[in-house]
């Protein structure tokens, strides 16, 4: 059976097309695509909009109280976070802003 270089058997790029957007739409989708959100702190903290997403969030779990600092019981591992980022863009496809979150990982 053949295959893409990527190795996929059946790439989305074989049934896929862009012919018949729009002009509009095929705007609207290079002005959302232009952008990459990060996929960890790393990457995250070397942009300044994200950096300042970050204080923003940190500052939004101060200010409501989200936690507070407890000693962690004998024999228990605490639970770890993580930051998920977010590009929020208006309906003619420019940034609104960057949003960041810190998550637990409530599946540990």
Same mark, same amino acid.
């Given at each position: 059976?053949?295959?893409?270089?990527?190795?996929?058997?059946?790439? @989305?790029?074989?049934?896929?097309?862009?012919?018949? +957007?729009?002009?509009? $739409?095929?705007?609207?989708?290079? %002005?959302?695509?232009?952008?990459?959100?990060?996929?960890?702190?790393?990457?995250?903290?070397?942009?300044?909009?994200?950096?300042?997403?970050?204080?923003?969030?940190?500052?939004?779990?101060? @200010?409501?109280?989200?936690?507070?600092?407890?000693? +962690?019981?004998?024999? $228990?591992?605490?639970?770890?976070? %993580?930051?998920?980022?977010?590009?929020?863009?208006?309906?003619?496809?420019?940034?609104?802003?960057?949003?960041?979150?810190?998550?637990?990982?409530?599946?540990?």
């Amino acid at each position: 059976m053949p295959r893409s270089a990527s190795g996929t058997r059946y790439p @989305l790029s074989h049934f896929l097309t862009y012919s018949r +957007l729009s002009s509009a $739409h095929c705007a609207f989708l290079a %002005k959302i695509t232009g952008h990459t959100e990060p996929t960890s702190y790393a990457q995250a903290i070397l942009d300044p909009n994200w950096r300042h997403a970050m204080t923003v969030e940190l500052e939004a779990l101060q @200010l409501n109280n989200t936690w507070s600092l407890v000693p +962690l019981p004998a024999g $228990h591992k605490p639970i770890g976070c %993580k930051w998920v980022y977010k590009i929020k863009h208006r309906s003619d496809g420019t940034i609104e802003r960057y949003k960041a979150r810190l998550v637990a990982k409530g599946y540990t």
